[in-house]
């Protein structure tokens, strides 16, 4: 079975850096896209930013500029690198894959950001 692996995530500093990263596993499977979602209590998943082959990545307007969504040669990972964290940054970030079987979301790993 397909299954994302996540991890990075944790506590860090307003202006501080974490790195996000997700694996898939399970199978032999080639995402036609990867992405990261974020979500807080009480409201929806919302993109944050998303890469395709042979696209250029997509991010939410409040992450442009500090965030960079990149993957590995292989195609298996992606990274979400985060810089200049807000308080605002604070949730849990998904990991979610595209296949040619469906897509497929990975457990979640929380960030927090302190003041």
């Known amino acids: 079975q397909v299954q994302l692996v996540e991890s990075g995530g944790g506590l860090a500093p307003a202006g501080g850096s974490l790195k996000l990263s997700c694996t898939i596993s399970?199978?032999?499977?080639?995402?036609?896209?990867m992405g990261w979602y974020r979500q807080t209590p009480g409201n929806q998943r919302d993109l944050v930013a998303a890469?395709?082959?042979?696209?250029?990545?997509t991010y939410a307007d409040s992450v442009k500029g500090r965030f960079t969504i990149s993957r590995n040669k292989s195609r298996d990972t992606v990274y979400l690198q985060m810089n200049s964290l807000k308080p605002d940054d604070t949730a849990v970030y998904y990991c979610?894959?595209?296949?040619?079987?469906?897509?497929?979301w990975g457990q979640g790993t929380l960030v927090t950001v302190s003041s």
């Open positions: 979610k894959a595209w296949t040619p079987w469906g897509e497929v």
């Open positions: 399970g199978g032999r499977v080639t995402a036609t896209a």
């Open positions: 890469t395709r082959s042979g696209g250029s990545p």
